[in-house]
């Protein structure tokens, strides 16, 4: 939790155009009090009208609206580079002191129909209620992020596949509190990628999980298979497609 005293970007923008008018106003005032030419007073009015423009336009882009897709609180999650350069550090870890890691693929399976349907609005305000379940239910040492438009990557250090499918478990349930709470007919299939033998890239890393999330949602709505370096270990039966 940050601490200290913070202004909004509208209070900012306000702070300077007090700033401005203090340290122009009295220059003005200064010329006009010792006889200054008209020029000189003209040119000091311009530039307090010029340092207005720019204030107002300062205040109106601070105080409007975020126009992304990505809400507040998939905020908190790093981008996509952060996301590859934590998982090569994992391999790199996996190589070097054969330390096993699982890459989770968490797929919304009806943000786009939600999103064709209601907006981009509707859809962004279900997958910042994803992301912040997700964030709210990982370990310190775990990372997440956005990996696409209806997609979330989990990487979760030091962990097997027992308890990967431990975890899993969990995000998923919680996941589907969530989704009926708030009364959105929303699913996700999942897939738990294991590693405990190096591979050559985070690339080839990617593309496992890529295709593990594939046969899950080939398989239809809701399921979840967990494997270990390519070998299936579990599978939970999907809904029918």
């Known amino acids: 939790m940050r601490t200290g005293f913070l202004l909004s970007p509208a209070g900012r923008a306000s702070l300077i155009a007090i700033a401005g008018a203090a340290?122009?106003?009295p220059?003005?005032?200064?010329?006009?009090?010792?006889?200054?030419?008209?020029?000189?007073?003209v040119d000091l009015v311009g530039r307090c009208v010029a340092l207005g423009v720019v204030i107002v336009l300062a205040t109106r882009r601070a105080t409007l609206p975020s126009t992304s897709p990505a809400g507040?609180?998939?905020?908190?999650?790093?981008?996509?580079?952060?996301?590859?350069?934590?998982l090569a550090l994992e391999l790199a870890r996996l190589q070097r002191f054969s330390r096993p890691f699982a890459l989770v693929n968490?797929?919304?399976?009806?943000a786009?129909?939600?999103?064709e349907r209601d907006g981009d609005r509707a859809a962004t305000e279900l997958l910042d209620s994803a992301a912040e379940v997700i964030a709210g239910n990982l370990r310190?040492?775990?990372?997440?992020?956005?990996?696409?438009?209806?997609?979330?990557?989990i990487l979760l250090p030091e962990t097997d596949a027992s308890t990967a499918g431990i975890v899993a478990d969990g995000l998923r349930e919680r996941l589907m509190q969530t989704m009926r709470a708030r009364q959105w007919p929303a699913s996700f299939?999942?897939?738990?990628?294991?590693?405990t033998r190096p591979v050559e890239s985070v690339e080839a890393a990617v593309a496992r999980a890529d295709?593990?999330?594939?046969?899950?949602?080939?398989?239809?709505?809701?399921?979840?298979?967990?494997?270990?370096?390519?070998?299936?270990?579990?599978?939970?039966?999907?809904?029918p497609a």
């Open 23 to 25: 340290l122009v106003l």
């Open 27 to 41: 220059l003005l005032l200064t010329g006009l009090l010792h006889g200054s030419t008209v020029g000189t007073v």
């Open 72 to 86: 507040a609180a998939r905020e908190q999650f790093a981008g996509s580079v952060q996301f590859s350069e934590g």
């Open 106 to 110: 968490i797929h919304c399976e009806d």
């Open 112 to 115: 786009a129909k939600l999103r």
């Open 140 to 153: 310190r040492t775990d990372f997440s992020a956005p990996v696409d438009a209806d997609s979330f990557g």
């Open 189 to 195: 299939s999942v897939g738990v990628c294991i590693f």
């Open 211 to 239: 295709e593990l999330m594939a046969r899950v949602r080939r398989r239809g709505r809701n399921g979840m298979l967990i494997e270990t370096d390519g070998v299936p270990q579990r599978e939970l039966h999907p809904e």
